[in-house]
T-cell receptor, first 113, second 114 residues
């Protein structure tokens, strides 16, 4: 089973600032996914990050707001830019090992004040 | 387009009762993958099961069981003899491509009272 380390686990940020969330996997994976979970809501995919190419964003999410890096097959970052209180959510990194399950990091609980 | 519906927003049961969480899905693909996840108050997502569309066998794991019925596009989850530790939000999810992104249902909050 893949082990995913995501950090920070939580943060409180001022509006207008940016936060970069890191996701490290202990094995090489082709695709990494970033999801957002707003308070009391389900998970929504933000984007798919493939190594060596631009991330693919879902409808309603744009690169300027959520820039993603994928420098190698074990690491990715998601930046939440110019934050507002509406960005307060849990952000989760996920991978698929092509074996069985879709694994998730422990999540980053972001509060914007 | 793919869609997952969990019509039960919240369920409350008393410990030792059995409880079934419903999941109905929509997809145009003949090959797809269904998942159940548990999200306790701590927030992490705990994988429970994956089922392939070509494998309609029901599965039992301890107190957990899953009933997959392609004819009704349902993938229901039953907890037998529920315990307080089962209290969490449970998500059903669908992937139309092996190894690809998931579409989640709205989730069902399960409260088990002692």
């Amino acid at each position: 089973s893949a082990v995913i380390s995501q950090k920070p686990s939580r943060d409180i940020c001022q509006r207008g600032t940016s936060l970069t969330i890191q996701c490290q996997v202990d094995s090489q994976v082709t695709m990494m996914f970033w999801y957002r979970q707003q308070p009391g809501q389900s998970l929504t995919l933000i984007a798919t990050a493939n190594q060596g190419s631009e991330a693919t964003y879902e409808s309603g999410f744009v690169i300027d707001k959520f820039p993603i890096s994928r420098p190698n097959l074990t690491f990715s970052t998601l930046t939440v830019s110019n934050m507002s209180p509406e960005d307060s959510s849990i952000y989760l990194c996920s991978v698929d090992t092509r074996a069985a399950e879709a694994f998730f990091g422990q999540g980053t609980r972001l509060t914007v004040v | 387009a793919q869609k997952v519906t969990q019509a039960q927003t919240e369920i409350s049961v008393v410990e030792k009762e059995d409880v079934t969480l419903d999941c109905v899905y929509e997809t145009r693909d003949t090959t797809y993958y269904l998942f159940w996840y548990k999200q306790p108050p701590s927030g992490e997502l705990v994988f429970l099961i994956r089922r392939n569309s070509f494998d309609e066998q029901n599965e039992i794991s301890g107190r957990y069981s899953w009933n997959f019925q392609k004819s009704t596009s349902s993938f229901n989850f039953t907890i037998t003899a529920s315990q307080v530790v089962d209290s969490a939000v449970y998500f059903c999810a669908l992937s139309e491509e092996y190894g690809n992104k998931l579409v989640f249902g709205a989730g069902t909050i399960l409260r088990v009272k002692s």
